[in-house]
């Protein structure tokens, strides 16, 4: 059973049909998002002006070393925030509806979970030790769609199928399960709800290779079969190459390059996603992977200009100067090199 978002909140909460965009291809539209957190040094500025899209059935991978804002990026899009919150505005729009204008009860009972889940980084230490994995897992379903215990338990056999767990796994406790099984129970939680979008943040971290493996084969299968769209976000470029649609590369709280992933990866285009590709090892090539000199900068002390002109093979006076932005041409990189 899946949920048509659209036409859900306007039943709900009465928003006008005029109010609804026309975004019969697009799942998720995110304008100008910023979250920002109070520090005693500062504003913290995790995810600062980030735009992108996501159509329906479609994958898209955010990229960027550890620090960038790629999992802040995740708790703005889903409202998970820290009471240190400084800064928290701009528009996204889930089917249409703009979810930012919601308050956090319209949001939680219709978007969260219903609308867009998430599997958190971790995922396989975020179960309850003391409650068995059926129970954890229809838990969304009983208090999002309304469904009984019974008729839940039902759709979690059903989810378990579908991630690939045996169905006597639902009687077992977390504890009971190896890291790659606890990994599918958390993707089966987020899916029990029947989700357009679920956010995964570092799915395979802490998983050996050939788990790796296995749960990306299973994110590929449930989005053929499933039309599910993912936002993945993680460092490893390998593993999520075989995932994406789109490619999304994050730096210092920003985007900076979007594109196409068949584009992406053969020719990347900013200077800072050339030195990203560059630094993964290549089976059919003689070259040693190379590091990018340098590090981030602080994201509460942020440069003036170019956010990445510090590290920059190619920088020049005027990175230092302005920020640059997406170019009017329709460029998708943020960087004067292709002003």
Not at 14 to 28: D, H, P, W, Y
Not at 280 to 299: E, Y
Request: charged share 20%; aromatic share 8%; glycine share 6%.
């Amino acid at each position: 059973m899946r949920f048509d978002f659209a036409q859900i909140v306007p039943m709900l909460f009465g928003v006008a049909e005029k109010e609804i965009m026309n975004t019969q291809t697009q799942l998720l539209h995110i304008e100008n998002l910023k979250l920002h957190f109070h520090t005693q040094g500062g504003a913290l500025q995790a995810v600062d002006d980030v735009n992108f899209d996501l159509d329906f059935n479609r994958a898209v991978v955010i990229l960027g070393e550890s620090g960038c804002g790629k999992t802040s990026l995740s708790k703005a899009i889903l409202r998970l925030l820290p009471r240190n919150v400084e800064t928290y505005e701009g528009r996204v729009f889930l089917q249409g509806m703009d979810v930012m204008t919601y308050s956090e009860e319209e949001f939680r009972h219709n978007v969260r979970w219903v609308g867009i889940s998430l599997v958190p980084q971790a995922a396989m230490n975020s179960l309850n030790p003391v409650i068995r994995v059926g129970d954890q897992v229809s838990e969304p379903a009983m208090i999002h769609l309304g469904l009984s215990k019974a008729e839940s338990l039902g759709l979690v056999r059903k989810m378990f199928q579908h991630v690939g767990i045996p169905q006597d796994f639902i009687e077992r406790y977390p504890f009971e399960l190896s890291g790659g099984m606890r990994q599918r129970v958390a993707l089966a939680m987020a899916l029990v709800t029947s989700p357009s979008l679920i956010v995964l943040d570092e799915p395979t971290s802490a998983l050996d290779l050939l788990t790796q493996a296995n749960i990306m084969n299973v994110l590929k299968r449930i989005k053929q079969e499933l039309g599910t769209s993912y936002i993945l976000i993680t460092h490893d470029i390998a593993t999520s190459s075989e995932l994406a649609d789109e490619v999304a590369i994050m730096y210092a709280g920003q985007i900076v390059e979007t594109g196409h992933a068949k584009d992406f990866f053969p020719a990347p285009l900013h200077p800072y996603s050339q030195m990203l590709m560059a630094s993964v090892p290549r089976l059919r090539s003689n070259s040693d992977p190379m590091f990018i000199n340098g590090q981030p900068p602080s994201l509460i002390d942020l440069p003036k200009g170019c956010r990445f002109a510090a590290r920059c093979p190619y920088r020049f006076d005027k990175c230092d100067e302005e920020p640059p932005t997406f170019g009017k041409n329709g460029s998708k990189v943020k960087c004067w090199l292709y002003e």
